[in-house]
Nanobody
Framework: QAQLVESGGGLVQAGGSLRLSCAAS????????MGWFRQAPGKEREFVSA????????YYADSVKGRFTISRDNAKNTVYLQMNSLKPEDTAVYSC?????????????????WGQGTQVTVSS
C-alpha cells in the first residue's frame, strides 16, 4: 500500500528554519511529480511547492519564493522542503502529495497520494 509520511515539523521563532521530509513507501514514486501543500486554520489548502519526477524543475507559490527550497532524492524515495526565514503566516499543517507526471502542478485534485501532514508553527 502506497504511503507518504511527513516529518520535521515543529515550533520555531520567526526568522528560523525547518526542513520537512516526506518519505514514500509501498511503491516507487520516482516517476511521480511531488508537491507540498499547506492548510492554516480556517483556510483552504493551498499550493506551496512542487518538483517534477526528475528533480529538474521546481515550482513555488509567490508567498514562499526565495525562502523555501524543494528537492528530492529518488534513491531514498524522499522529498524535502527546506524552509528559511519563516514567518508567522507560514503556520499551517504541511502535507506532501504525489501525482502522475501530467497536468498542472498547482491543482490539488490531480494529486493521487497524500500524507497525513505535519504541523509547522511559527511564533512572532
Amino acid at each position: 500500500q502506497a504511503q507518504l509520511v511527513e516529518s520535521g515539523g515543529g515550533l520555531v521563532q520567526a526568522g528560523g528554519s525547518l526542513r520537512l521530509s516526506c518519505a514514500a513507501s509501498g511503491r516507487t514514486f520516482n516517476n511521480y511529480d511531488m508537491g507540498w501543500f499547506r492548510q492554516a486554520p480556517g483556510k483552504e489548502r493551498e499550493f506551496v511547492s512542487a518538483i517534477n519526477w526528475s528533480g529538474g524543475n521546481t515550482y513555488y507559490a509567490d508567498s514562499v519564493k526565495g525562502r523555501f527550497t524543494i528537492s528530492r532524492d529518488n534513491a531514498k524515495n524522499t522529498v524535502y522542503l527546506q524552509m528559511n526565514s519563516l514567518k508567522p503566516e507560514d503556520t499551517a499543517v504541511y502535507s506532501c502529495a504525489a501525482k502522475p507526471g501530467i497536468g498542472s502542478y498547482y491543482s490539488l485534485h490531480l494529486y493521487r497520494y497524500w500524507g497525513q501532514g505535519t504541523q509547522v508553527t511559527v511564533s512572532s
